[in-house]
């Protein structure tokens, strides 16, 4: 079974910079990308960021292009997610996800309990 950690979420003001982490038990050949997505209040899951854990390749989406990082430390079995220039649209709850990659939450079979991402204005 594969249990991912999120950690590094909390209030920052318009502007701020956040760090997330997400730990992974073990990572497995069917599951050789670890994503981002979040969820505000009333709204669908969608999609941040994703990285391959061997190549390093990203996918980012739109809205977080420019302002957040996604990256991994294959030893430690950990991808973090830089955010920067933080806006209040920015909150949300952010869960980490492991699986075969891709923009669709149904290309990610383990998700973590997720993280609460808060932005003021």
């Known amino acids: 079974q594969v249990q991912l950690v999120e950690a590094g979420g909390g209030l920052v003001q318009t502007g701020g910079s956040l760090r997330l982490s997400c730990v992974t038990t073990r990572r497995t050949v069917t599951t050789p990308f670890m994503g981002w997505f979040r969820q505000a209040p009333g709204k669908e899951r969608e999609f941040v960021a994703t990285?391959?854990?061997?190549?390093?390749?990203?996918i980012m989406a739109n809205s977080a292009k420019g302002r957040f990082t996604i990256s991994r430390d294959m030893a430690q079995n950990t991808v973090w997610l830089q955010m920067t220039n933080l806006k209040p649209e920015d909150t949300a709850v952010y869960y980490c996800?492991?699986?075969?990659?891709?923009?669709?939450?149904?290309?990610?079979?383990?998700w973590g309990q997720g993280t609460q991402v808060t932005v003021s204005p």
């Open positions: 996800a492991t699986g075969r990659g891709g923009v669709s939450r149904n290309d990610y079979s383990y």
């Open positions: 990285i391959n854990w061997t190549g390093g390749g990203t």
